[in-house]
């Protein structure tokens, strides 16, 4: 979140219980409606939410002083654009940024392609995941 922490923010994740795959404990996201859209496959599965405090990922970088970096991936089931606002591409250029765009809706999408457009990025969708490369480097 940019300018500040995401206060009061819910991870939703499926409970884990005898039976259910041990993949189960990796199914979590900050949009409820993503974590569901699995629990509904699994019979027995059950959605909990959980309030985190969160840090913008400037903060996060701040925090742990870093000052540059190449390469930033994300997948965070559907908070991927979120969690890409919270970073000052004026400040922070990273030559490569992948995230998965499979979980945005259509708007969100494009508005995020177009703020890394705008920030010199080339964009590629390649399946459910976007690849921005600083264009001309």
Not at 7 to 29: H, K, M, N
Not at 40 to 65: F, H, M, N, T
Not at 77 to 85: F, N, P, S, Y
Request: net charge negative.
């Amino acid at each position: 979140h940019p300018g500040g922490a995401i206060g009061g923010t819910r991870l939703f994740y499926i409970e884990p219980e005898a039976g259910l795959p041990d993949w189960i404990t990796q199914v979590s996201s900050l949009r409820r409606e993503v974590t569901q859209e699995t629990a509904r496959k699994i019979p027995g599965a059950r959605v909990r939410g959980k309030r985190l405090a969160c840090l913008s990922l400037d903060q996060l970088l701040e925090q742990y002083r870093v000052r540059d970096f190449d390469v930033l991936v994300i997948d965070a089931e559907g908070a991927d654009a979120q969690i890409l606002r919270g970073l000052s591409l004026d400040r922070y250029r990273p030559q490569l940024i992948r995230y998965e765009h499979y979980h945005l809706d259509p708007e969100e999408r494009r508005a995020t392609e177009v703020r890394l457009e705008r920030h010199g990025y080339e964009v590629v969708r390649e399946g459910y995941d976007t690849l921005a490369e600083r264009a001309g480097e």
